[in-house]
């Protein structure tokens, strides 16, 4: 019998690979004229000629296409600040044309996003949303939402329902139940290279049998197959009719078209572009990126006899390590409290006279009613910042001054972790 955890660390997996793991070399061979892992930062190569283009030669291309993909690694601010650039671009020449579709939010969202946009929901609400579909990077894709709000441009949840990717994980697809089986997309299985790719990266030591292949490549299918299903419906919608669409997503969901793009293709035929934004390999390297907690595969990837993007671009790598301040605690949520379980040492959880078994229900003045709360508050503060913790300890309300410094060890990049 599979267990359900495994599938679902399995799907993390999938997903990891497919929103662009560190490892620039699995691109070297899959451009004819020029090696993209040894492309300079800020080179902008158009891979079917091998000819290096400007950032504004890229701008005009896009503009003679409705659908833009970027592909992307979710930790690199470089690449948000990239896709910010090109839907300004966009949004200036076309205003009142341009939507934005994001793989973070699951289309169950879509009410809550709609609200944000009109300006009708605030952003520690907003940022519980968030929560609930994507584990962190808020701050990375902070300035590409907040840009959306004021300019009320359209943002569209693309992704599959939690609940329906769930059941896969523990069913797999053939054994939903009818009122699940409904709800799924139509489902293309016939692209043999798209599973071999799957295949290899299923081959990682790490991972198991071909029953739990089987399952992790209809969740891959499942993910992919619904955003083209989303980008299609919208875009032959009222709503989206005439509009230019940027889709933001894991760079592992558009490499050589059989992810996204192909799937949206196959129900709505019209030209698209896409955007591999990619690490150069002198950038990042694998010290520094297992320090974020980045894996290497082991795999042995296929030979694919397609263009890996239209476009190329080499970025440098520049995360929020050491950039925002961090309260330095453990906690648990549950039952409607936040609860300290851990703090660690020199942190300012401990040096302002916060313990484990604090009840953590005040932030500023600002009530901390779950997680999301408190983790948006303490996102808020910059080094040298203070702020009152409200606590329940035995039963009686403390409160208690915490301070944002800098330490001289360098360890000021804690992080709050949740605890089951």
């Known amino acids: 019998m599979i267990n359900r955890y495994s599938i679902f660390v399995l799907a993390l997996i999938m997903f990891a690979y497919g929103c662009g793991i560190k490892n620039p070399s699995i691109f070297s061979h899959e451009s004819p004229y020029h090696p993209i892992?040894?492309?300079?930062?800020?080179?902008?190569?158009?891979?079917?000629?091998?000819?290096?283009?400007?950032?504004?030669?890229?701008?005009?291309?896009?503009?003679?296409?409705?659908?833009?993909?970027?592909?992307?690694?979710?930790?690199?601010?470089?690449?948000?600040?990239?896709?910010?650039?090109?839907?300004k671009a966009l949004y200036n020449k076309f205003p009142g044309r341009v939507s934005v579709g994001m793989e973070m939010f699951s289309r169950p969202s879509q009410p809550v996003l709609d609200k944000w946009v009109d300006g009708k929901l605030d952003e520690k609400e907003f940022f519980k949303e968030w929560t609930k579909n994507w584990s962190g990077y808020y701050d990375y894709y902070?300035?590409?939402?907040?840009?959306?709000?004021?300019?009320?441009?359209?943002?569209?949840a693309l992704n599959a329902d939690k609940k329906l990717v769930d059941s896969i994980s523990q069913q797999g697809i053939e054994n939903l139940p009818p009122e699940l089986k409904s709800q799924l997309p139509d489902i293309d299985r016939?692209?043999?290279?798209?599973?071999?790719?799957?295949?290899?990266?299923?081959?990682?030591?790490?991972?198991?049998?071909?029953?739990?292949?089987?399952?992790?490549?209809?969740?891959q299918l499942l993910w992919e197959e619904t955003m083209a299903e989303t980008i299609a419906n919208y875009l032959k919608s009222k709503e989206g009719k005439g509009r230019y669409m940027v889709v933001l997503t894991g760079g592992g969901h558009i490499n050589y078209g059989f992810g996204i793009p192909k799937r949206v293709f196959r129900r709505l035929p019209e030209p698209y572009t896409t955007v591999l934004l990619n690490t150069a390999?002198?950038?990042?390297?694998?010290?520094?990126?297992?320090?974020k907690g980045i894996k290497f595969l082991k795999v042995d990837l296929p030979s694919v006899p397609l263009y890996v993007a239209d476009f190329v671009w080499a970025t440098g790598y520049d995360t929020l390590k050491g950039k925002k301040p961090m309260l330095g605690i453990h906690f648990s949520d549950k039952d409607g409290k936040v609860t300290i379980t851990g703090i660690l040492p020199k942190s300012p959880a401990?040096?302002?006279?916060?313990?484990?078994?604090d009840v953590i229900d005040g932030f500023d003045n600002e009530a901390v009613k779950d997680s999301s709360d408190l983790i948006y508050l303490i996102g808020l503060k910059k080094f040298g910042d203070t702020?009152?913790?409200?606590?329940?300890?035995?039963?009686?309300?403390?409160?208690f001054k915490v301070s944002f410094v800098k330490k001289q060890d360098g360890s000021e990049g804690l992080s709050e972790q949740t605890q089951p």
């Open 37 to 87: 892992n040894v492309l300079e930062k800020g080179k902008i190569l158009h891979v079917p000629t091998g000819a290096f283009v400007s950032q504004d030669d890229l701008l005009s291309y896009i503009t003679n296409t409705h659908i833009v993909y970027i592909g992307e690694f979710h930790d690199n601010l470089e690449h948000h600040k990239i896709q910010l650039d090109i839907i």
């Open 142 to 156: 902070r300035a590409i939402l907040v840009y959306l709000r004021d300019n009320k441009i359209p943002l569209i």
């Open 190 to 219: 016939s692209d043999p290279y798209h599973r071999a790719m799957t295949m290899a990266i299923f081959g990682d030591p790490r991972h198991g049998t071909k029953e739990v292949f089987e399952k992790f490549y209809e969740i």
């Open 281 to 291: 390999a002198h950038e990042v390297d694998k010290k520094t990126a297992r320090e």
């Open 350 to 357: 401990e040096n302002g006279g916060l313990k484990t078994g």
């Open 387 to 399: 702020a009152v913790v409200s606590v329940l300890r035995d039963g009686e309300k403390k409160d």
